[in-house]
């Protein structure tokens, strides 16, 4: 029961994301509470066994024996930036990229990936792993729109002690 939940979970997860946009600013509070009810990309903040926030990220499968999904090499990029993890104290990292608890880290940097003619195929990516099992924590902290100004607030909840009171992934 519980690994079905996960599968659930996960993939309630991707649909999110896929489905996410960003509301462009408000002016009444009728409209806040209306933009109150758009989708919103999860919080998710994790911290990895090594440095590895610019390797590009791939979701494998639950038992990590294929890759299940892999970015396009226009999706590692935001207004032409790499969407690198957004660096937060103790070691933490923001994610702005979409991974999973089943995330793996591919040799290939980001700006290596953004140059290459075409992505390979996923049996190629699979030999192209560098680290399968990277994460030694991994939180759910709502949803980015919760948070004003994100770094800030995740950073003062690390600090606080209180990054427990979220959701533990991993």
């Not at 791939?58 to 969407?83: C, F």
């Amino acid at each position: 029961m519980r690994k079905i939940l996960k599968k659930v979970w996960i993939l309630a997860l991707f649909a999110q994301i896929a489905c996410t946009h960003h509301a462009a600013p408000v002016a009444s509070s009728s409209q806040e509470k209306s933009n109150a009810m758009l989708p919103s990309a999860p919080c998710i903040v994790y911290k990895t066994n090594g440095d590895y926030s610019n390797l590009v990220p791939v979701t494998l499968s639950e038992d990590r024996s294929k890759i299940v999904s892999y970015p396009d090499r226009l999706d590692i990029s935001m207004r032409g930036s790499a969407v690198y993890p957004t660096q937060l104290i103790n070691g933490y990292l923001l994610d702005n990229r979409g991974i999973t608890p089943y995330v793996a880290f591919l040799k290939t940097t980001y700006s290596d990936y953004g140059k290459a003619d075409e992505v390979p195929k996923a049996s190629q990516l699979m030999k192209d792993i560098f680290v399968k099992e990277p994460l030694v924590e991994m939180y759910q902290c709502g949803r980015r729109s919760d948070y004003s100004d994100i770094k800030n607030e995740l950073n003062n909840l690390i600090r606080s002690g209180h990054l427990s009171d979220c959701v533990r992934l991993k």
